[in-house]
């Protein structure tokens, strides 16, 4: 039996806290909470509360716990250097060191690392540290996405039609966020459909999980401020309605050279998560960003359906052996959607913006799955805080079975609270795979 320490406090750990759990070595889970979770609280021995930068607290803990190694969830605590702390305290963890964990915490590290190696998927970019020759710039490219460069939780990109219309007001933005930022990406604006590969690295292999498609934006149809992710799918079929195995083999093959390329970068194996965020545009599959983590909503698509053992996979990460072995997932599909206070997402000042806290009530969920994120549980019940409450997820053999199941666990959710019922619909799906023709058929290349 081994004991394993998991770092983070939202619904992606609650579905990592569930399939460490669930492995047949039967470990003993200690979790490191910044907020207390009352999903991962109930699968764990002993719970420790704390930020995620204070490094001693996290290293004594793993130490007092006896954890044989540990999992990091957000990327607050890799950018805080987590991983090398418990290295030095003797602790493996699933997870890159800081300067490795620069794939999510610098865009321009790893646009960078893509022209140097020369692997394919980047844009048109470039990244500018004062607006020195910024407006040149913006006069070259038609449309533009700005990026910060550093970690703005999900929400610092903007992408012109959406957020500004002008070149003017691009140089605006852009120097805005160099009073704040050490950089700033301005990269050509790509037009397509996103999904999410989260790999699993052990630096030497790089092994895919069941493509994901996350739906970021706050409203049904797509509309509204940009938020952590309201809901994702991923289907029976390990491929998405609107990709084919190619598509899903570049974004491997791209991942798998960015694992060699960082070793051969920093001496270092990469051993952990990475998540592409990638695009099929009328060029082929571009990268839109890394991330150092499983995503959140993503991990509860996968995490439920993986049928290799976790604790062995976690194993196999540390040890190097990811190659020794087959990772297998159930033919299922699965649809989450997250419950949210209704101000979630909304600008400070609008009317309906996050309520301080309100209490939910949580009705027959029928054999959806349930995973807590931001949730407070009190005497009286469970409340919500201004941020996403709680993940629910529908898995059957089809979509259109696993998004019943989870708009009907949706509904039974009562309180001050709003969900895109449109994730996982027909509806919504087939404009995807109109959007993806059309931009296929544009290439000329059938596909
Ligand atoms: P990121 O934080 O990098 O994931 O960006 C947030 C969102 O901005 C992505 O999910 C995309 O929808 C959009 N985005 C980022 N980069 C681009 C790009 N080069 N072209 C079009 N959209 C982009
Ligand atoms: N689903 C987006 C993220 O985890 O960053």
């Known amino acids: 039996m081994a004991n394993i320490l998991l770092i983070g406090n939202g619904a992606r750990e609650h579905a990592l806290a569930e399939a460490i759990i669930r492995s047949s070595h039967k470990p003993g889970l200690f979790a490191y909470m910044k907020a207390n979770n009352p999903g991962i609280a109930q699968c764990a021995e002993k719970v420790k509360l704390g930020g995620y930068g204070d490094l001693r607290q996290i290293t004594d803990f793993a130490r007092e716990s006896r954890s044989d190694f540990a999992i990091v969830g957000p990327e607050d605590p890799l950018n805080n250097g987590v991983v090398d702390a418990l290295k030095s305290a003797g602790i493996p963890a699933v997870g890159p060191g800081k300067l490795l964990a620069r794939l999510e915490t610098s865009k321009f590290f790893t646009r960078n690392l893509l022209e140097k190696y020369g692997i394919p998927g980047n844009p048109r970019f470039r990244n500018f540290t004062s607006a020195a020759g910024m407006e040149a710039y913006l006069?070259?490219?038609?449309?533009?996405?700005?990026?910060?460069?550093?970690?703005?939780?999900?929400?610092?990109?903007?992408?012109?039609?959406?957020?500004?219309?002008?070149?003017?007001?691009?140089?605006?933005h852009c120097r805005d966020i160099?009073?704040?930022?050490?950089?700033?990406?301005?990269?050509?604006?790509?037009?397509?459909?996103e999904f999410s590969l989260q790999c699993l690295s052990d630096g030497k292999t790089v092994v895919a999980t069941p493509p994901v498609q996350d739906h970021k934006r706050r409203f049904p149809g797509d509309s509204g401020p940009n938020t952590g992710g309201m809901g994702s799918y991923s289907c029976e079929t390990h491929l998405l309605p609107f990709l084919n195995e190619q598509d899903v083999k570049t974004g491997l093959e791209i991942t798998q050279r960015v694992a060699d390329a960082i070793y051969r970068e920093t001496g270092?194996?990469?051993?952990?998560?990475?998540?592409?965020?990638?695009?099929?545009?009328?060029?082929?599959?571009?990268?839109?960003?890394?991330?150092?983590?499983?995503?959140?909503?993503?991990?509860m698509n996968i995490l439920p359906i993986l049928e290799t053992d976790f604790v062995d996979i976690c194993k196999a990460i540390l040890e190097g052996t990811l190659s020794q072995g087959k990772i297998k997932f159930a033919d299922k599909a699965t649809v989450c959607k997250y419950i949210v206070p209704k101000g979630y997402g909304l600008p400070a000042g609008h009317p309906d913006a996050a309520a301080a806290s309100s209490k939910i009530e949580i009705g027959a969920i029928g054999n959806a799955r349930l995973y807590y994120s931001s949730v407070d549980k009190r005497d009286d019940g469970i409340h919500m805080t201004s941020s996403r409450a709680i993940g629910v997820v529908g898995i059957a053999a089809t979509l259109a079975e696993?998004?019943?199941?989870?708009?009907?666990?949706?509904?039974?959710?009562?309180?001050?609270?709003?969900?895109?019922?449109?994730?996982?619909?027909?509806?919504?799906?087939?404009?995807?795979?109109?959007?993806?023709?059309?931009?296929?058929?544009?290439?000329?290349?059938?596909?």
């Open 402 to 447: 696993a998004e019943k199941i989870a708009e009907r666990a949706a509904g039974a959710i009562s309180g001050q609270v709003d969900h895109r019922p449109d994730i996982g619909t027909r509806e919504l799906i087939e404009k995807r795979i109109n959007h993806m023709k059309a931009i296929r058929d544009n290439t000329g290349d059938g596909r």
């Open 178 to 193: 160099l009073t704040g930022h050490p950089s700033v990406i301005i990269e050509e604006k790509l037009d397509g459909e």
């Open 139 to 172: 006069d070259e490219l038609d449309a533009v996405v700005i990026k910060p460069d550093g970690l703005t939780g999900g929400k610092g990109v903007l992408v012109q039609g959406e957020h500004f219309e002008t070149p003017r007001e691009a140089l605006t």
């Open 268 to 299: 270092e194996h990469y051993r952990g998560i990475m998540y592409g965020g990638f695009m099929v545009t009328k060029s082929g599959v571009k990268l839109i960003e890394y991330n150092a983590r499983f995503g959140d909503p993503e991990a």
